[in-house]
């Protein structure tokens, strides 16, 4: 949420994480769950690469015409006879989230999976005003407890074991009965489920993200597995769904393309178990279904990435491919980014959505090699809009001093060939010096952070433009 | 200003358009009204037969139950044996849907069937799909009148029956038959594609069934 976030931190925040065995151990799994059902599901669909260029094609067609398919989705949703509101930034859409809850007179609310609120930080703000909202997908549910973030974007308790899960619940849910027998998985969803029942048949008000915004139809999409979502908006009298401006499509063929790209690089899962369709508030007749609709509209910031060179990344449909595939972030888990949006997609946005001045580390916290950008279905090319923000870092005057001596020195000698040349031969012939038998070094001067943890293997023979001078030669 | 200006206004600064241009009007207007359709799987695109057997092969790899039956009549006699094999109460949930109303139920005298939306007391609920999509063995559910929603969500067991004809390759056949049936541009309240049943993979990546929506879902494909 808004409040906690330590994106500054993040070089003492990862050392923390690599000193957490049980973090370490939980986001293992990541391997064989979601980036072994990624590829399993990919290669299982021969046209899968064809609809990743079809989903990027429609995704700059949209953003290219943005406010168009705005105005149109608006109209479509006051026709089905709901209500759309547009905020600026965050404190605008709390504002107007809990003037309806307030409106509707709700006491209590139910809440689908949804990072958008977590970007504006709305149940902090709700609870401040008198309203405390239950998160009802079951990992939000348990962090929730915890009184923690999510740590991914589609599995916001992967950071949390089982025997975590079990003493919250004995804590959470004092009231049942103490000797219960919670040392399954089977038996925390079978508690989960029927707790959170009540509170979807008791909430006065359901708010909900969306996957996608339907300009053709004016509907709004949710894409889940466990149903809570749907329980959140067809139960209340009122339902709210929170979405940023990104997520307008034209039409259902083009959600339809995207759907066959999303759950198969989230999960690998074909389809997701709940795709719903939700347009307006309930007809005439309808035995059930919320009476009020309301779409929130958030901008913060991403108006502003249009046309720069971080319009890519508004193509980004939230599959977490780029994060189950990161090496960093494998390394330490979501945390450490101190950010609502972890992993390559988030280093790539938080700048823009916070500033790069509380965020100027995220840029850094990647090897650039590229597998995000190979598995993201929107090809969003992440490698290069996180270099974009390692020039700006810099431009800015953000880059530590040592880092930003170190390469002003490398810029006076790169523009100068034959003192390069000398500084390298030097170099590598001082470097061999310093080297023990076996040709590393444990300890070499200005390298202090890389030497603390490994060794560094010593120059052999002459530096590459000697070699390049010989075997020109011959 | 409005928020709402602000936003669109800002929006067209960075993109360097105006709200008004012809040629950006014309191409949303045609992309609305045309409704192009993108890449489509070929897994889908089978003879009406083969397609069935895709949509059934497609739901039991997501953990969905299937029973083919010859005709609507069965439908009753079917609904009883899946209570029975599952050693559930002769009690369902319905809607008042033509499709469903209109089966002989009276053939299956223990078998209480009760109308309307759900409560959340009932263990099983009993719905008529719209449409079946090969392509992933997903079912369509549309709300309605006599076509409740929280029958798709509240009960332990859910039923669907789909209709064998009704089974399409692909989404998109799936959106042309809404356009017709709702008009252009026009959707029920919520339409639900359903893949499966509830599941959850939030506790140590362990993937389990049952998480808020139903704990199974039952497909009766008729014809």
């Given at each position: 949420?808004s409040?906690?976030?330590?994106s ?43 609809l990743r260029d079809a989903g990027r094609d429609i995704k700059a067609h949209a953003l290219d015409h943005l406010d168009l398919y705005l105005e149109a989705f608006e ?9 759309v509101h547009w905020a600026a930034d965050a404190?605008d859409a ?20 949804s990072m958008i609120t977590e970007e504006v ?32 974007i589609i ?54 993200g969306a996957n996608f915004l339907v300009a053709e139809?004016?509907s709004t999409v949710i894409v ?17 769904v929170l979405a940023s401006i990104e997520k307008v499509v034209p039409t259902?063929e083009d959600v339809a393309t995207i759907m066959r790209l999303l759950?198969?690089s989230a ?28 779409v929130v509209l958030l901008d913060n910031g991403r108006s502003a990435m249009l046309g720069s060179e971080f319009e890519d990344m508004l193509r980004c449909i939230r599959c977490g491919a780029c994060i189950?595939?990161c ?10 980014y101190?950010s609502v949006y972890p992993g390559p997609m988030g280093s790539v946005l938080t700048p823009s959505l916070q500033g790069l001045?509380k965020s100027?580390?995220l840029a850094?916290?990647s ?5 995000c950008e190979s598995v993201c279905p929107m090809r969003i090319p992440l490698p290069k809009m996180l270099r974009h923000w390692r020039e700006k ?82 | 200003?409005?928020s709402r200006d602000a936003i669109l206004g800002r929006i067209r600064r960075s993109l360097g358009a105006s709200g008004?241009d012809?040629?950006r009007?014309?191409a949303v207007?045609?992309r609305l ?5 993108n ?185």
């Open positions: 949420m409040g906690g976030l330590t500054q931190s993040f070089p003492k925040n990862a050392r923390a994480a690599l000193a957490n065995p049980p973090l370490l151990k939980a986001i293992a799994h990541i391997e064989e769950t979601l980036v072994g059902g990624r590829r399993r599901a990919t290669e299982a669909l021969p046209e899968f690469k064809a109209r479509k949703v006051v026709e089905a006879g709901g209500f404190a709390n504002r107007i989230i809990l003037d309806i809850c307030r409106k509707a007179g709700a006491q209590r609310v139910t809440k689908g999976k930080g709305l149940n902090a703000f709700l609870q401040e005003n008198g309203i405390a909202p239950v998160e009802t997908d079951l990992g939000e549910y348990i962090i929730q407890l915890r009184g923690e973030t999510p740590s991914h599995a916001p308790a992967v950071h949390v074991n089982k025997e975590q899960v079990a003493a919250d619940f004995r804590r959470a849910h004092a009231d049942l009965d103490p000797k219960r027998n919670l040392e399954e998985p089977t038996s925390l969803l079978a508690e989960a489920r029927g707790v959170l029942r009540e509170r979807f048949l008791s909430a006065d008000v359901g708010i909900t139809t004016g889940t597995n466990e149903g809570n979502g749907d329980l959140t908006q067809i139960l209340p009298k009122t339902h709210i259902l759950a198969r999960t690998g899962q074909e389809m997701s178990v709940y795709t719903t369709f939700s347009t307006g508030p309930r007809r005439t007749g309808d035995p059930d279904g919320p009476e009020a609709f309301h189950n595939h090496p960093v972030y494998r390394s330490i888990g979501g945390h450490a101190g001045e100027a580390h850094n916290a090897t650039l090699c590229g597998r870092e810099f431009e800015r005057h953000l880059t530590p001093k040592k880092a930003r001596f170190g390469l002003a020195a490398w810029r006076f000698l790169a523009a100068r060939p034959r003192l390069y040349g000398l500084a390298t031969r030097l170099g590598a012939w001082g470097l061999a010096r310093l080297a023990g038998r076996d040709g590393s070094l444990r300890q070499a001067p200005l390298a202090g952070s890389w030497t603390r943890w490994r060794d560094l293997p010593a120059p052999e023979g002459g530096t590459f433009r000697t070699e390049w001078a010989k075997r020109g030669r011959k | 200003m409005s008004s012809a040629t009007l014309a207007r045609h009204a045309e409704t192009p359709v890449v489509v799987p070929a897994r889908g695109q089978l003879p009406s037969s083969e397609r069935v057997d895709l949509f059934v092969r497609k739901a039991g790899e997501v953990f969905a139950s299937v029973a083919r039956l010859e005709g609507r009549e069965d439908i009753p006699g079917a609904v009883v044996s899946y209570l029975r094999d599952r050693n559930l109460p002769q009690e369902i949930r319905r809607g008042d849907d033509r499709r469903l109303a209109d089966l002989p139920w009276e053939r299956e005298a223990q078998l209480a069937v009760t109308t309307g939306p759900s409560d959340g007391s009932d263990l099983v609920g009993l719905s008529h799909s719209d449409a079946g999509v090969a392509e992933t063995g997903t079912v369509v559910l549309t709300s309605g009148t006599d076509n409740p929603t929280t029958l798709n969500f509240l009960p332990d067991h859910h039923i669907v029956v789909v209709d064998a004809s009704t089974v399409a390759g692909d989404y998109e056949t799936v959106w042309a038959e809404l356009r017709r049936r709702f008009g252009a541009g026009v959707m029920p309240r919520t339409v639900n594609l359903v893949t499966g049943p509830s599941r959850s993979a939030d506790i140590e990546e362990t993937l389990l069934l049952g998480a808020h929506g139903p704990r199974s879902l039952h497909i009766l494909v008729v014809g």
